[in-house]
């Protein structure tokens, strides 16, 4: 059984190409190899431990020669990219289920401060973030946005409709808008309410001060779900990287692999 921070052949196939090229008379020695520093990065987004501590026995450089290239390929933006790659091929398998979506938000601890921070709401105002998420009925990630824990949910809920491109891999237009939105009461809003239809997207919202909608809580469980996977990523558990452009290239990197777990599981034939 494969390890989880190992990259196989079909998934380097995609990655491959994305990545920017090496100027050719960059000073120094010979570089590692990127699958290497790919497997070192995603070593260290699996066990969470410190980049400096990422054991040289396993033949992935060191851990500021994979923060190196983790900084330039999300200046590059291929985990993005990557993630996008993925959605399209998920929705291609019609594995995407744009009957509704889900988001909501969860805080994380913040351990050494950094932009997109703020007082925890929910630990005495330490420092914390708070990933908002939206997902499918299914549970993929669709965007994942980081802000400060104390920033509430409603404030980034428009910006979740709106951040992530159209996905593609159907015939005809590539899709953007699912048929409802589910969302729990942090998201009543009429303005909010009204900026989903405005989007071709039915909101299904409990308003305060009232009954839970039957059935909505069922419903909308995929989105713990895909919180759950996604902190399974124990360096996103707990963030500890000060510069928010580092922290949301592994956030992005960690959905693309959950997309890509889906990938295989969905479309690939079982052996007997």
């Not at 120094?28 to 190899?33: A, D, E």
Request: positive net charge.
């Amino acid at each position: 059984m494969s390890r989880p921070w190992d990259v196989d052949d079909q998934l380097w196939e995609l990655i491959e190409p994305l990545l920017p090229p090496w100027p050719r008379k960059a000073p120094g020695p010979r570089p590692v190899p990127d699958r290497q520093c790919l497997q070192g990065i995603l070593f260290v987004l699996h066990t969470g431990i410190g980049w400096e501590d990422l054991p040289q026995e396993l033949g992935f450089g060191s851990g500021m020669t994979c923060w190196r290239r983790l900084h330039r390929w999300t200046e590059a933006g291929v985990f993005d990219q990557l993630h996008q790659i993925l959605l399209s091929k998920l929705n291609a398998a019609n594995r995407i289920d744009w009957s509704r979506a889900a988001m909501d938000g969860s805080h994380i601890d913040a351990k050494k401060g950094g932009a997109g921070t703020g007082p925890s709401p929910v630990n005495r105002g330490k420092p914390g973030s708070k990933h908002h998420l939206i997902c499918d009925g299914n549970g993929t990630p669709i965007y994942v946005l980081t802000s400060g824990a104390n920033v509430p949910d409603i404030s980034r809920a428009i910006d979740l409709l709106d951040c992530y491109p159209p996905i593609a891999g159907r015939p005809g237009r590539p899709r953007r808008r699912f048929d409802v939105l589910l969302a729990d009461k942090g998201y009543s809003s009429e303005a909010f309410r009204q900026a989903c239809r405005e989007r071709g997207t039915e909101p299904i919202i409990a308003k305060p001060k009232t009954p839970h909608i039957k059935g909505l809580g069922k419903l909308r469980y995929v989105v713990e779900q895909t919180f759950a996977l996604l902190h399974q990523f124990r360096r996103l558990a707990v963030r500890w990287e000060r510069r928010l452009d580092i922290h949301d290239g592994l956030v992005s990197l960690a959905c693309a692999m959950i997309c890509w777990r889906r990938l295989i599981k969905w479309t690939q034939p079982r052996s007997c």
